[in-house]
């Protein structure tokens, strides 16, 4: 539930909006047998990963100097 995310993320130190946004950008190529560095107990050393920040630095719309589409 939202709660337990919510709760999870305060216990393991992350804002749940950022842990959320990014886990979104990233799970529609994310291997499904490695489902669990996605989880906030391990967000921390997958967020870390050189791969990771490549795929989040691609797929961010953060720092965008035009809108979607123009």
Known sequence: TC???????????????????EVLL?????????????????????RMRDDVVALLAERSLLGRSRPIGS
Do not use: Q
């Open 26 to 46: 990233l799970i529609p190529t994310w291997p499904k047998d490695e489902m669990i560095e996605l989880s906030p107990v391990r967000w921390g050393a997958t």
């Open 3 to 21: 709660v337990s995310l919510i709760a999870s993320c305060a216990l393991h130190d992350l804002n749940p909006l950022a842990y959320l946004h």
